[in-house]
């Protein structure tokens, strides 16, 4: 046949890329320990059980996701990444001690501390452009200004290993989540440790910001998760159990509901005040979750777990979400309600399910059994 004669649908044209709800799953050779999103940009760092550190963009456009770059400067496992602030450095730390700074284009090595502990680091947190914090896993906790290349605070005031740590918009009080089950309190500006809370149950694991910051809220290993008042910090002022094996790791979504991850490998969506186990977010089967990390915007939380990959999740219908007081009576041990469509269980009435949320009980705030039995 003549190309004149050619149906025009026979011709190779190229296939549109398929875009998707969310990023295509990234798979790692080892563990990614820690992970973090860009505050600008679909870029996603991740440092694994192996020492290694990458650097990922990320897109909904299927195919898209890359490896920019990896960096193998750790001689054992990366146990956080941090972008600063303004996106071009990420803060790496490790077991074998040390802090690297590298750069966020290429990957290079700018800065490094070796030895900046005397045990095995656990966590990093940039608080301004100069000044960011470690905390190790003996308890002891670090604030350092790379203007002068040195801590300008060292303290050791909890006795176990330092989870998490978070510091209130100001960049002035930095608090610390540690394995004895307290919550310590630093003041960054005056370079001095101001109290510890009463200990909790269980390791606490994790510490973030809600209600505009007047509120702080930790996950503890059994599962529960304390609140404490803006400058009360002494002692809780509310718990609420999730039935949930564990909270291993936490982030704020809105200004009252935080993801937690679990060792039953479930993201559970829980309301702050009133307390509520909303639903489920999405999971890896039966594999501990390790960080989750949320992108600008609020839409897409990403999360790695034991099963060496990274998967993304559309929490976008978070942001709508209002849970008031009234609770319908609900049958107890339900299953969790699937609250994006990658979640297990979710049908074709996932936003049916959120209009019914006003009368809707503790999705899943009497379910995390139910899910492992």
């Known amino acids: 046949r003549s190309?004149?004669?050619?149906d025009p649908s026979e011709e190779p044209a190229a296939r549109e890329p398929r875009l998707r709800d969310t990023p295509e799953d990234i798979c790692f050779e080892a563990t990614a320990n820690a992970i973090a999103l860009h505050p600008e940009r679909p870029l996603l760092a991740a440092g694994d059980v192996d020492g290694d550190v990458y650097l990922y963009s990320y897109s909904c456009t299927e195919g898209e996701n890359r490896q920019l770059w990896s960096s193998g400067h750790h001689l054992k496992s990366c146990r956080d990444v941090a972008f600063s602030q303004d996106g071009q450095k990420l803060f790496t730390v490790s077991k074998d001690k040390s802090v690297h700074i590298l750069t966020v284009e290429e990957g290079r090595l700018e800065t490094r501390f070796p030895k900046a502990h005397g045990s095995a680091l656990n966590c990093v947190l940039p608080i301004d452009q100069h000044v960011f914090a470690t905390g190790d896993d003996g308890g002891a906790v670090k604030v350092w200004d790379l203007r002068k290349g040195d801590a300008i605070l060292e303290a050791r005031q909890q006795e176990e290993y330092i989870s998490a740590m978070t510091v209130d918009g100001n960049?002035?009080?930095?608090?610390?989540a540690s394995g004895d089950g307290t919550l310590g309190?630093?003041?960054v500006k005056r370079r001095r440790f101001e109290l510890l809370s009463e200990p909790q149950n269980g390791d606490l694991t994790s510490v973030v910001l809600l209600k505009r910051g007047r509120?702080?809220?930790?996950?503890?290993?059994?599962?529960?998760m304390y609140l404490f008042n803006w400058d009360g910090f002494g002692a809780a002022s509310d718990r609420f159990a999730l039935r949930a094996e564990s909270i291993d790791c936490m982030v704020p979504i809105t200004d009252s509901i935080v993801c937690v991850g679990s060792l039953d490998g479930i993201i559970r969506a829980v309301n702050v005040l009133p307390n509520r186990v909303v639903g489920c977010v999405g999971q890896h089967l039966g594999e501990p979750i390790e960080q989750l990390a949320v992108a600008p915007g609020g839409r897409l939380l990403a999360s790695s777990a034991h099963d060496q990959k990274v998967k993304f999740w559309d929490v976008s219908a978070l942001g709508s979400l209002v849970v008031d007081d009234y609770r319908r009576k609900k049958k107890r041990g339900g299953p969790l309600r699937a609250l994006s469509s990658k979640a297990v269980g979710s049908g074709e009435d996932f936003f049916a399910d959120l209009r019914e949320e006003p009368e809707a009980e503790a999705a899943g705030g009497d379910s995390g059994d139910s899910d492992s039995d």
């Open 3 to 6: 190309p004149q004669d050619q």
């Open 171 to 176: 960049g002035k009080l930095l608090l610390t």
């Open 185 to 187: 309190v630093y003041n």
């Open 215 to 224: 509120k702080v809220a930790c996950g503890s290993s059994e599962g529960t």
